[in-house]
């Protein structure tokens, strides 16, 4: 049994790769990876940052935390928050998947809705937690540099693990990527980071592919939670982890995240959240404009689990059968193997 002595870890970190054979099969990719970070103790990769922002905030004397959230970092702060002792004041983007919000609730965090979260708010915020004395728990480099360097650890781990060609890395306000290349070792066999974002909110993207000038714009239209930021708070930081590591950017449609969504589910076994999905849906779109090669051995950092945002499959319930009696099970297994 594997115990820690760190009294504010509830078994973050150490993901697995877990390898997806029959998807690379099916796509024509000589190796693909997934890594694990749904497996984290609240489903999504913000546990690492939780730990080290928690351990942060009691080492700096602060009465408490206050931060923004589509979801996924607010469970993972209000989670760690707990274990720690301190209390929280959380926002949350109003259109949060509700899966998110009620794993946020049992922890007894003061949330509140908010219509819009762009830089304005967290600035707000910034400013609030200086005169309330508490950490700022935003995810992002330019606003929790010391959270943000839990998550280097997953480039590590990647790097530990093997010798990868591309890392694909799902990405909204670009810190995510920017841990991963900074956890990555400097070598010169250093995989290439590939920025993964939803073509409906992919600024950093369109900046990488010099569609605009800076990795802002004005909205999104994109509906994939966890990756709706017009203006991401590192995005100049992951133009230049992407540029250094000789890497690109990639956008998709949301339908084709939610596609590769549901294949994965029903191909490989691993189902997650959409956010992710993006992340792969991306190898998949540079594979068949072979801007990927075929020999590539590629992992795809998929952050969060599915069971974050329920939304899509609730939506195909319907086709669950209903049965009158027992006569009918034979008929539907065979029917199942009937091509």
Excluded at 89 to 112: M, N, Q, W
Excluded at 125 to 145: K, V
Excluded at 237 to 258: C, I, M, P, Q, R
Excluded at 276 to 296: F, G, K, M
């Amino acid at each position: 049994m594997t115990t820690t002595a760190d009294p504010l870890s509830l078994g973050e970190g150490d993901t697995p790769l877990v390898e997806l054979p029959r998807l690379a099969a099916e796509w024509g990719v000589r190796k693909l990876w997934a890594k694990a970070e749904w497996m984290n103790p609240t489903g999504s990769y913000k546990d690492r940052i939780a730990h080290a922002t928690m351990h942060a905030a009691i080492d700096n004397g602060t009465r408490g935390w206050i931060g923004t959230s589509s979801g996924n970092g607010g469970a993972a702060m209000a989670a760690y928050g707990a274990r720690a002792g301190l209390p929280g004041f959380l926002l949350v983007s109003a259109d949060a998947p509700e899966e998110k919000l009620r794993s946020i609730v049992p922890y007894g965090v003061s949330v509140v809705k908010m219509q819009n979260m762009g830089l304005a708010v967290m600035d707000a915020l910034r400013a609030a937690a200086e005169r309330h004395r508490l950490w700022l728990t935003i995810t992002a480099y330019a606003y929790n540099p010391a959270g943000m360097r839990g998550t280097e650890a997953i480039g590590s781990e990647i790097a530990a693990s093997g010798d990868f060609t591309h890392v694909y890395v799902p990405t909204g306000g670009g810190g995510l990527l920017v841990a991963v290349h900074r956890g990555l070792p400097a070598a010169a066999a250093q995989p290439r980071l590939v920025c993964a974002q939803p073509a409906g909110c992919a600024p950093i993207v369109r900046c990488l592919n010099g569609e605009i000038p800076t990795p802002n714009i004005d909205s999104c239209t994109s509906s994939i939670s966890g990756l709706q930021l017009p203006a991401p708070p590192d995005g100049y930081s992951a133009l230049e982890a992407v540029s250094s590591s000789d890497g690109w950017g990639t956008s998709v449609t949301d339908d084709e995240a939610l596609y590769v969504q549901r294949e994965l589910a029903r191909i490989e076994g691993v189902f997650v959240e959409p956010a992710s999905a993006v992340a792969l849906a991306c190898v998949r779109r540079d594979l068949v404009s072979s801007r990927l090669p075929r020999d590539s051995r590629v992992v795809v950092v998929l952050t969060g689990s599915g069971l974050k945002d329920l939304r899509r499959p609730a939506s195909s319930l319907d086709a669950i059968q209903k049965f009158e009696d027992l006569d009918q099970i034979d008929r539907w297994i065979e029917g199942r193997f009937t091509v």
